[in-house]
């Protein structure tokens, strides 16, 4: 079977990293052009990674075990549009702002690309239900959502351990969510929707049930934020099954990254995400080193993300979540959005899975 060939749009922080993935760690495929609103940005990362060894061996035609051949040329293809509609792209990663996924996805179904869509599907519940409809009518899946912690050793192990029922049912979820910093630009509703989203979808996840109600509490926000921003933000996720999810998160924690998950189930609890690497004593300091951002913490899960979602679409299939997650964790942040502002439970509007997919 021939290499995907695959396009990335949108190369800022996220995209550079899968670009990267593809064409030097990922087997099956083959990075074959980018797009960015920023050009410059564009030409330099293709420049990059067309050149491989890094500073030696262009030219050369031989291939490292996985990803783009050494030498081939990575193409930059000035309009987003463009690429998806490329003959020579067979796959897309979105890793362009949440703003811009929903006409770039459509984008996508209209020439039948499949797409790794990094989270959020799209910046609303209408949107992102307009997005499942138009793929459900192709009667093909073709989008991927960029929820990686499912692929997440440490997660996938807490999912298989929940599911396996020796400790009985789960009943409640403690989770954490902090960076580093963020910027002033990552305004409150950012926090629930690019941050706590990831949440929503580990909660939908880990107790496959639909989120039903949400409160977003604003406790006294740190000092190192501008006037109204609402950070750190602690979340309450009710779901269909009764059971309750919480979260905290934080983006301007100043220490680093820190993503905790805590399943309570009826015989036991189980706890990730305690970075127990290497302890070490030294300089009157004993202890571990925290991540410095996602791209570290989670570089396996996407490693795994990235692979798989290229083995399945060598398939012709999907492997990890669907559209249809992607718009049930949009409808979750749209009513957490409504409960920041309101600071009550909001309901969670949810269209009928059957009616709209059939199942
Ligand atoms: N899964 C995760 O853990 C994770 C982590 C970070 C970001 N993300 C998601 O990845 C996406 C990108 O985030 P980021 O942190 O890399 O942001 P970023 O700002 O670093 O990069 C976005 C890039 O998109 C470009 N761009 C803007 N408009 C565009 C358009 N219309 N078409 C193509 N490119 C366009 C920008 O010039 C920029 O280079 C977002 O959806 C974000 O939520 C996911």
């Not at 960029?146 to 999912?159: I, Q, T, V, W």
Request: charged share 25%; glycine share 10%.
């Amino acid at each position: 079977m021939s290499d995907l060939r695959v396009g990335v749009v949108g190369v800022g922080v996220m995209g550079a990293d899968h670009a990267e993935r593809v064409a030097r760690k990922t087997s099956g495929a083959r990075l074959v052009a980018v797009a960015d609103a920023d050009h410059g940005r564009a030409e330099a990362l293709a420049a990059r990674l067309s050149e491989w060894p890094a500073g030696g061996e262009s030219g050369s035609t031989a291939r490292h075990s996985g990803g783009t051949a050494y030498g081939e040329g990575v193409r930059v293809v000035e309009d987003p549009l463009e690429l998806i509609a490329a003959d020579d792209v067979d796959a897309v990663i979105l890793a362009s702002p949440g703003s811009v996924h929903a006409e770039q996805l459509f984008a996508c179904l209209d020439h039948g690309k499949p797409v790794l869509c990094e989270k959020p599907l799209t910046m609303d519940a209408a949107s992102a239900l307009q997005v499942v409809e138009a793929e459900h009518k192709l009667g093909r899946q073709l989008i991927q959502v960029g929820f990686m912690r499912r692929f997440d050793p440490e997660y996938a192990a807490l999912k298989q351990l929940l599911d396996s029922g020796d400790l009985g049912r789960t009943l409640v979820l403690h989770n954490v969510h902090r960076n580093k910093s963020a910027g002033p630009a990552f305004r409150s509703e950012m926090i629930v929707r690019d941050s706590m989203v990831h949440e929503v979808d580990v909660a939908r996840w880990l107790f496959d049930e639909e989120i039903t109600r949400i409160t977003v509490h604003k406790p006294k926000p740190t000092s190192v934020v501008g006037d109204g921003v609402f950070d750190p933000q602690l979340a309450v996720f009710e779901l269909a099954n009764g059971a309750i999810a919480d979260v905290e998160v934080f983006v301007n924690f100043q220490v680093g990254y820190e993503v905790r998950c805590e399943a309570v189930a009826e015989r036991g609890s189980a706890t990730i995400g305690l970075g127990s690497g290497v302890f070490t004593r030294a300089g009157e300091r004993w202890g571990g080193t925290m991540p410095a951002d996602f791209r570290t913490r989670f570089e396996q899960a996407y490693d795994v993300e990235v692979q798989r979602w290229v083995d399945a679409t060598r398939r012709g299939e999907i492997d990890g979540p669907g559209a249809w997650d992607g718009y049930a964790a949009a409808a979750v942040c749209e009513a957490g959005l409504a409960s920041l502002s309101s600071g009550t439970p909001v309901e969670v509007a949810l269209a009928d899975r059957g009616n709209v997919l059939g199942t």
